[in-house]
């Protein structure tokens, strides 16, 4: 999924669990897509294909962006909720994570066991690029509408 949709979601669920102070946002963005930084060598290196299908999938990954990934994070966020004093803060930031891993899953194409496999795994919520375009489209406008009208001054 794109960005902007990882920072709406994420904002909107932490709203929901949380409430969400300004304080809180920076955190947001943040863990919304730091893991997405692994994508940056790809994207640099592969940039005139990336740009004319709109897609890097899950080769664009490293090891960071799976399972042993998810175990490196969880084994940081376990320290942090014993060493920092804002719990609140660590909380966000491990949801923001955890939703970061659960939509990639959901939507996208994975290999949960790399570098030991190559073999993806995707539940096929959409056939085509153009499907998948449409959908992060719909959905990203969708939570977008979400946190327009949530902001809405009365």
């Known amino acids: 999924m794109n960005f902007l949709f990882h920072i709406l979601f994420n904002y909107t669920i932490v709203s929901l669990v949380f409430g969400v102070t300004q304080r809180d946002i920076w955190v947001i963005v943040l863990f919304s897509v730091i893991l997405d ?3 940056l060598p790809y994207i640099i290196k592969n940039l005139k294909t990336v740009i004319r299908y709109l897609h890097f999938g899950s ?3 490293t090891t960071s962006h799976e399972l042993i990934g998810l175990t490196f994070f969880s084994i940081i966020a376990a ?3 014993i060493v920092i004093r804002d719990k609140r803060i660590v909380q966000i930031a491990i949801l923001c994570l955890i939703l970061h891993y659960a ?3 959901i939507i996208g194409r994975t290999r949960p066991l790399h570098p030991y496999s190559k073999t993806e795994v995707f539940l096929q919520f959409y056939k085509t690029r153009r499907q998948r375009f ?6 990203t406008i969708a939570f977008g509408g ?5 902001h809405v001054q009365r």
Do not use: M
Request: charged residues 15%; hydrophobic residues 60%; negative net charge.
């Open 37 to 39: 930084l692994d994508h």
């Open 59 to 61: 080769g664009s990954r």
């Open 79 to 81: 320290t942090a909720l």
């Open 103 to 105: 939509i990639d899953f």
């Open 134 to 139: 449409v959908l992060e489209a719909l959905l």
């Open 146 to 150: 979400i946190f327009f009208l949530s």
